[in-house]
């Protein structure tokens, strides 16, 4: 039997050196077109891994790119909820307002039907005294400074144009 180090074995387990056709020249170049083949085969596999880095190198670069466009979309959409948000504050804010004003309004007018639907002769005499019969006064003094009072309470509106 031949062995890879070039010596063969007889059926009596001793050895000896194979005589192959071409001797150690032979051997060696066999060696050396080994050599050669797996430096290609490393070559090769080398250009395969710095390809495949290549590829996850590009890969990442896309991946970047679209998460920045995705987080330029996100502050986008962050801005304008935060001015949707100030927008809808100021007005809920302007609505408290006006239903504080609107609040005191009913409450003076519910104070104005209870004077008037006190009897007269209730014991103070205040309507009665002041206002004469039936408290008519009191109720045109009312309206006169309510509705006043509601054109007071109006924005005046002017353009640029009208200033002018």
Excluded: W
Aim: proline share 2%; glycine share 6%.
């Amino acid at each position: 039997m031949a062995s890879s180090s070039g010596t063969a074995t007889t059926s009596s387990g001793g050895s000896y050196p194979l005589q192959i056709s071409g001797s150690d020249e032979d051997i060696q170049q066999l060696m050396d077109q080994r050599k050669r083949k797996r430096m290609v085969s490393n070559r090769e596999s080398a250009r395969r891994s710095r390809m495949r880095r290549q590829k996850h190198l590009e890969d990442l670069m896309i991946q970047l790119s679209q998460l920045r466009k995705d987080n330029s979309l996100v502050i986008a959409n962050v801005s304008t909820t935060i001015q949707h948000y100030t927008s809808v504050e100021t007005e809920n804010s302007v609505l408290r307002a006006q239903v504080a004003e609107l609040s005191h309004r009913l409450e003076s007018l519910n104070q104005i039907m209870a004077l008037m639907n006190q009897p007269i002769d209730a014991g103070c005499g205040f309507v009665e005294e002041q206002y004469g019969m039936g408290g008519t006064e009191l109720i045109d003094e009312f309206m006169v400074n309510s509705l006043s009072s509601f054109y007071a309470n109006q924005p005046i509106l002017a353009s640029a144009d009208m200033i002018q």
